[in-house]
């Protein structure tokens, strides 16, 4: 059933798919209302579909999503069964095995890379594309087989494929950072921190299937926009949640209600999913980014103190959660050349939220404008003041393990090529400003002279 949300007025309306922004006075873009679905186990999950419609061919020169941060393009040309694969004519069809639509070539290539999963050096970008798009489809059915987890929950193959296609396609492919891509690199990243010894050997198949879920689905119907802009917008969801974590919310709300859609749970007692659901929130809330220095004090203390019990279902999900939060912004201890595409593609995605705030006079976020945050810049300092405190704090969890060495080499080079970025940025601007100053005492002598 449809209901309106919470505060609003009217009573219940039906909404459209995709709710359209009007502006009701300068600065302030109004959406249409709210809709949920409460089910049995008393949880509200959202409706799909409610994220706020942004039509960014409003904004000029902007970037291809799929071209964000390069300019190779792939040259092969799609075959047939690629080209079928793609078109909606299949959306809803759920094949037995996703790969087999693929030519032999891609097929091959993608098995190959689905051997080496659990490496650090996993290129998710050639995997999407050999794929066809379906990485986080494909990679998910590999990973729950991999763990066993089909076969321990008495998984439906044909349902599992149904939920995933649903979660995959809830994200949307014109955001250039928050897409099923990056979905697909934080669900490879974390089954890799999945196998780190000192958790691996206390996970039970429940934490590794909630591990998974909430990597796949942590940012699912992202608009694009972060929670400041929805909340200074007055958009319904920042009204819903009282501004607080309200994306996460959403995608935790929004995956609950694609679980019951797809009834993948619905053979398992009724406490189980009920469960289930209440972690996977507890997971996607953790990805807060404004709670970071709550986990960091609460980590902090545990490993001070050497308390940490991984016997123990409450110490086993806290390291979960920070397991996903060291997925999710794992970007700057990839290899270069990844790492490097990832930062080109979040900072457009704020570069456009700058142009959209621009566009209806409303003040820009911080790291939105193009003109004064440059990429070099906004990464250095996410590395500096989020990304290495939580790193060194796992590495200090998982001891010297092989991975949290190379995740760390990995961060101190990267910061150190972006502040060679950096200061290269600096000296060509102090050179043109000189060029500039030069240019303009000549114009200054020039016009002197021809003064009578």
Known sequence: PLSSARGCKRGPVPLPERQLPFLTSPGILCFAGDARVRGQTGVLAERRGSYPFIDFRLLN???????????????????????????????????????????????????????????????????????????????????????????????????????????????????????????????????????????????????????????????????????????????????????????????????????????????????????????????????????????????????????????????RHFMLQIALKCADICNPCRLWDLSKQWSERVCEEFYRQGDLEQKFELEISPLCNQQKDTIPSIQIGFMTYIVEPLFERWAQFTGDTPLSENMLNHLRRNKAKWRSLLHKQHSSTRSSDHSGQVTGNQEQTLNEEETP
């Not at 599992?160 to 990056?182: C, K, T």
């Not at 990243?189 to 691996?200: D, I, Q, S, T, V």
């Not at 009920?274 to 507890?282: C, V």
Request: hydrophobic fraction near 40%.
């Open 61 to 315: 020169n902007t970037t291809l999503s799929g071209e964000i941060g390069t300019k190779k393009k792939v040259k092969r040309l799609l075959s047939f069964q690629r080209y079928f694969h793609a078109s909606r004519l299949l959306r809803g069809v759920v094949p037995q095995a996703s790969l087999y639509l693929l030519d032999e070539d891609y097929l091959g290539q993608a098995r190959h890379m689905l051997s080496k999963v659990g490496m650090w050096d996993f290129d998710i970008f050639l995997f999407d594309r050999l794929t066809n798009g379906n990485s986080l489809v494909t990679l998910l059915c590999h990973l729950f087989n991999v763990h066993g987890l089909i076969h321990h929950f008495q998984l439906d193959m044909v349902t599992l494929h149904r939920f995933l296609v649903m979660v995959q396609e809830d994200y949307h492919s014109q955001n250039p950072y928050h897409n099923a891509v990056h979905a697909a690199d934080v669900t490879q990243a974390m089954h890799c921190y999945l196998r780190e010894p000192k958790l691996a050997n206390f996970l039970t198949p429940s934490d590794i299937m909630l591990g998974l879920l909430a990597a796949a689905a942590h940012d699912v119907d992202h608009p694009g926009v972060n929670q400041p802009f929805l909340i200074k917008t007055k958009h319904h969801l920042a009204s819903l949640y009282q501004n607080v974590s309200v994306l996460e919310n959403h995608h935790w709300r929004s995956t609950i209600g694609m679980l019951r859609e797809s009834r993948l749970l619905a053979h398992l007692p009724k406490e189980v999913t009920q469960d289930i659901e209440q972690q996977l929130g507890s997971l996607i809330l953790a990805t807060d980014i404004n709670r970071q220095n709550e986990f960091l004090i609460r980590l902090k203390s545990h490993l001070d103190n050497q308390d940490l019990r991984l016997e123990d279902a409450q110490d």
